[in-house]
């Protein structure tokens, strides 16, 4: 920009130095006029040579802002590809990342779909299973066994027990010389009313379990029969169990409290497992009680056996000491006799020692 404004200052110059010229020939002579016009073309080379010059390193100078400027413009446009290529790579592994991302949440939502249609058709199952009270009365029977086998031996527990009145308990658990009555039939029907409809029929549920309470209290409850002053009541299903705990009757009482009052204990599986295992160490008890009351009888009768012995070792001790005695006298008897005998062997016979021969004979 300094280039260009210098080189219109020197041409106006050049204009007024032409016009000055001009007004001051008019009044001088040609030949004056010649030289000065000479000296003006020369004058006016020199500024043209100058002006070319100055023109030239413009020219050039522009020449290299232009080539600056379209390298850097080269070099944005070379730098911005490379970004836009980068972000490109970036846009591209981030959607390859989505595309698998879903493809496997189709999968696990397919997986979900295929748990969700198995886990209906073996809730079918089950209700088709439940849906007889036969056969849920066997399917109780069925895990009672099971748990009572896996947790006590065979000789402390029987199935259908049969009282003197008639009733039939599912099984018996013998503790000692008194029987723990089990009942596995629970009404599962109101259960399942109280998972069909809802909260509607946690009224109906409540009435069966009591009334289910009550009657186990009164047939299996016997001990004029033998058995304990309680008795378990099994429910075979865990959530059946939690739904017993939580279900209060219409007095605002707990089912569960109210089926201990009447001596009736609920257990679940696991609640039942745990308390067999509370009994198989009662029993293992019992048998080392039972085991420690043998021992001391055979304590006692080795007791008196030590003391008969003892009696004949007494009595084996005095014949002894009698024996002893009587070896004592017989030996010094003895003694006096072969002094006798010495005596006579001798040819005399003293009065003394005759009468000594004669004590000795006499004893």
Request: charged share 20%.
């Amino acid at each position: 920009m300094n280039s260009i404004a210098a080189v219109a200052v020197a041409l106006a110059a050049i204009a007024v130095v032409a016009w000055a010229v001009i007004v001051w020939t008019r009044g001088r002579s040609e030949a004056q006029t010649a030289a000065l016009r000479q000296e003006m073309q020369a004058l006016l080379a020199t500024q043209a040579q100058t002006l070319a010059t100055q023109v030239g390193q413009l020219s050039q100078t522009m020449t290299q802002q232009f080539g600056q400027v379209q390298h850097a413009l080269q070099k944005g446009v070379a730098d911005t590809g490379l970004l836009a290529s980068q972000a490109q790579t970036a846009v591209a592994t981030e959607l390859q990342n989505s595309r698998e991302m879903l493809g496997k949440i189709n999968q696990q939502l397919g997986e979900v779909q295929r748990a969700g249609r198995d886990l209906s058709q073996a809730s079918q199952t089950l209700q088709m299973v439940l849906g007889g009270a036969k056969t849920r009365g066997t399917l109780g029977e069925v895990a009672l066994e099971h748990l009572l086998e896996d947790a006590l031996p065979r000789a402390a527990y029987e199935f259908q027990y049969s009282f003197a009145t008639g009733a039939v308990v599912d099984a018996i658990v013998r503790s000692g010389n008194r029987n723990l009555s089990i009942d596995s039939k629970f009404p599962l029907d109101a259960y399942r009313r109280l998972v069909e409809t809802g909260e509607e029929a946690r009224r109906e549920f409540a009435q069966a379990a009591r009334k289910h309470a009550d009657s186990i209290a009164e047939k299996y409850i016997l001990p004029n029969e033998g058995t304990l002053d309680i008795a378990f009541m099994f429910v075979p299903s865990e959530s059946v169990y939690y739904e017993l705990l939580m279900t209060e009757d219409a007095k605002g009482a707990r089912l569960d409290a109210y089926s201990r009052a009447k001596g009736v204990i609920p257990v679940s599986p696991n609640t039942l497992h745990a308390y067999l295992s509370a009994i198989l160490m009662g029993l293992k008890g019992m048998q080392v009680e039972e085991n420690a009351r043998r021992l001391l009888g055979s304590l006692a009768g080795l007791r008196k056996q030590v003391e008969a012995f003892a009696e004949v070792y007494e009595k084996l001790g005095t014949h002894l000491r009698h024996a002893q005695q009587s070896y004592e006298d017989a030996d010094s008897k003895l003694g006096r006799a072969r002094n006798a005998l010495d005596q006579m062997a001798q040819g005399a016979l003293p009065e003394a020692p005759a009468k000594a021969l004669e004590a000795t004979t006499e004893d």
